[in-house]
């Protein structure tokens, strides 16, 4: 029964990843990865490794979506740019 | 298996859940809802982890989870406030809910922990926690709407 | 080389990397016992050396050589980056207009800042004590200065974060974990040996050594990488403007 | 005029410098002498940041 919580977040951890492939719109991907970071956290932690969910924790909450946020922003406008001229 | 490790099975099974199904389907507005509440629904599933588990280092996950959820929250709502301002999400019924969740189990184990330095930090958690929630739901519901770019 | 050749190479390189996987995982220990060889080594060696994290113990002490790989390579990535997105010949700069935030918003980011800076030099502090260690709290630090950018906007981050000055700390905290690790071999012993201070009380910031040191050399680097890493990001995504596009 | 303003920022510093302490006191489990040094320099770090953050955006 102790195992019930490890299960459970291995699944949700699962589901999480298959739904960050299957969306294919980066922002959308980036949203699913921001919970995926979290989901993962959960699961470093109901494994005994708070070390690696608290790396896991900082990097994937805030920093990935900062980064492919921003990514997405630059490639948007310079496609956006030469048609009509506006940003 | 302790109680509190039930009560964390069963948050983490409703938060997991929620959110999961919410950011992978339907439009954006309920997607981006989605992930501020997964902060708010896994950090509480966390703090009772740690109860559970009986290691008061643990809560440092729900303190950094709490901080940073709602910077990750606020990143998408600033950086989509184009793409939201069309249908600003306002999803304020999950919003409370998930509050209410997080004060109460706040609240039982401060009353677990008694008057402390240990109280203290948990009640930082839950301020930063149903805080930073609080203000990511108004910022998604058009906090940037004078944001052009930039 | 021809195409054939190629693939032989990549089989034969293949081969030999499953051989030797094949082998190690036949020497295993058994799958899901409660003790396990090196752990049980690793927990004796951090407790001898009065570290109270046996992670610490093993990232910054028995395996510190490994953590200088991984210091470079997060050195060695930020540096491609800076390179890369660069401001090229053909762009230019176009300060971004200045945002107007709602008030809330505005204000939890002037208070959450502090919160979260501390909160993340707790974090790098209290690394060879409990959960945590430099490249968490380094990372926590870095995104808490962010929340000028999201809170407010661009001018107002730069105002908190002078590029420049994080990129010589950066430079600086990564050769200072090198400058301690040639102190161990001035001392008679190893590179990066912990035989040079002390080891102090069992569970205070002073115990372990040389461990805390090593600790907060590199939160202090991945803190100024991570800094450095977005600066770069943000002025592609929100100054840097193409000829063409203006 | 500018030994007040100089006076308030003094201020605004050092408030937000006691009140990081007792957040780091919190944070921590045992205190001592070498805690109470790390947690008031990390302190006055936040405090130095916190101050030239509202300014950035109050000077606008």
Known sequence: MADAVIVLTLLAVAGCATAAVVN??????????????????????????????????AVGSALTPLLIMLTVRKVRRRSAAPKDGRQ | MNGWLLAA???????LGASLW????????????????????????????????????????ALLLALLGPVGTLVFARLLADELAGDPPRAWGPTWAAAALGTVVVAVLCAVAGPGRAMVKLLIVGALLVGGNLIASRALSGGFAEVDRG | MTRRARLWLVLLGGAGLAALLAAACLRLPAFGGARHPYGDRAVAAALARRTANTIASVNFDQRAFDTMGEMSILFAAVLGCVVLLRQARDEHRDPPRPAEVAAPVRRYALLTLPVALVTGLYVIAHGQLSPGGGFQGGVVAATSLHLMYLGADYAALERVRPVEAYEITDALSASAYLVLGFAGVLAGAAFLANTLLPLGTFNTLSSGGVVPLLNAAIGMEVACAVVVLLARFLDQAVEIEEESGE | MKARSALLALGEVVLW?????????????????????VGAGAA?????????GRRAVVRR
Do not use: K
């Open chain 1, 24 to 57: 294919r719109d980066p922002a959308r991907q980036a949203l699913v990865l921001a919970v995926l970071g979290t989901v993962l956290a959960v699961l470093f932690t109901v494994l005994q490794a708070p070390d690696v969910g608290l790396s896991q924790l």
């Open chain 2, 9 to 15: 099975t069963a948050v983490l099974a409703v938060g």
């Open chain 2, 22 to 61: 919410g950011v992978s389907t339907g439009p954006l507005g309920r997607r981006v809802t989605a992930q501020n509440l997964s902060t708010a629904l896994l950090c509480p599933g966390l703090l009772l982890l740690a109860q559970g588990y009986d290691r008061t280092s643990y809560v440092d996950l």
């Open chain 4, 17 to 37: 410098w006691a009140a990081l302490v007792v957040l780091w006191l919190m944070l921590i489990s045992t205190v001592y002498t070498l805690e109470w040094a």
């Open chain 4, 44 to 52: 006055g770090v936040g405090a130095i940041v916190a101050r030239i």
